[in-house]
């Protein structure tokens, strides 16, 4: 923990990041708020349940709960409620260092199916929800010229071949080209962006949502009932441990651990089913360059 004796700005002490994390009740969420107050930092921890975030505070001895506050909110409640609540969440410490947009869901359905109904209702949170905490916390950051925003994105973006999850992927690869374009837009302001894509993690509560089986199309029997056999049989098999994973975006925002010396890696890809996701993704797009450079680089005017 940090030594109280430190030099202090606004309450907090001149090393400390204050940490804004949304979806904590459980998953990555909860276990980055743990580390980060174990690193000794502040936490604004936010979710959906107050029932869930007060036995996130019981959690915890006294003294980290001295260095942890608490938010009822849900991304998709719109951004004038959001905003409001960054206002609050702001005077807590005096600042906020650290946005870390963790909520997310997944609506798995086979496309057609579900329909753009389900595809808005993925959107609604993975997209929209993500735009309305992030731009309700970027006038604080912009305001003092420094900060970090964290979006947890997905491999799935690149992973699109599954079936039943087209409209999940979908809302990870339009986050991950916002994500892309802040970094840009928002470097003059001295804020760094991290994109961060994860692989298959064990926690609690992962695909806990129902598949779609309300519109049925007898076309899609045998796909759909062999997709939602895959769906649920992830729970509980998943290689990759959330603790290290949570551990190294924790070490990439305050640069030390694995981090030490490393230069901002703008994308954190983590996991062996991620990487190879990533590898296959491009290697397939650049095969397909090659074999198709014929047409690629014929296609402009031709020269006067």
């Known amino acids: 923990m940090t030594d109280p004796a430190q030099a202090r700005t606004n309450g907090t002490a001149v090393d400390q990041k204050v940490w804004f994390i949304t979806g904590t009740s459980s998953g990555f969420g909860r276990r980055l708020v743990t580390i980060a107050l174990g690193r ?35 991304v998709t409640e719109g951004v004038e409620s959001i905003t409001r609540k960054a206002e609050i969440a702001n005077g807590f410490w005096g600042r906020i260092d650290v946005l870390v947009n963790n909520a997310g869901v997944g609506y798995p359905a086979i496309a057609e199916e579900g329909g753009s109904s389900w595809l808005r209702k993925q959107f609604e949170t993975n997209v929209f929800g993500v735009m309305d905490v992030t731009t309700a916390v970027l006038p604080h950051l912009r305001r003092r010229r420094s900060g970090t925003v964290v979006v947890i994105g997905s491999r799935s973006a690149w ?8 409209g999940y992927a979908a809302s990870k690869a339009a986050i991950h080209a916002i994500t892309e374009n802040l970094a840009v837009e928002l470097a003059s302001f001295n804020i760094r962006v ?6 298959s993690f064990r926690t609690e509560g992962i695909l806990g949502q129902s598949y779609h089986l309300s519109n049925q199309i007898a076309d899609y029997d045998a796909l759909r009932q062999a997709s939602h056999a895959r769906f649920k049989s992830i729970p509980g098999t998943e ?36 990487a190879a996701d990533v590898q296959a993704k491009f290697q397939h797009t650049l095969d397909l360059l090659d074999s198709w450079k014929d047409v690629t680089y014929n296609v402009n005017f031709d020269s006067q």
């Open 159 to 166: 992973r699109t071949d599954i079936p039943g999850s087209g």
């Open 239 to 274: 290689k990759g441990d959330p603790d290290k994973a949570m551990e190294a975006v924790a070490d990439v925002v305050r640069g030390e651990g694995f981090a030490t010396g490393k230069p901002w890696p703008d994308v954190l890809i983590l996991g062996n089913d991620a």
């Open 40 to 74: 000794g930092d502040l936490v604004i921890a936010t979710a959906r349940s107050q029932e869930k975030l007060e036995a996130l505070v019981n959690s915890y001895d006294t003294k980290l709960r001295d260095n942890l506050r608490t938010i009822q909110l849900d």
């Open 194 to 199: 991290l994109l961060v894509a994860p692989g």
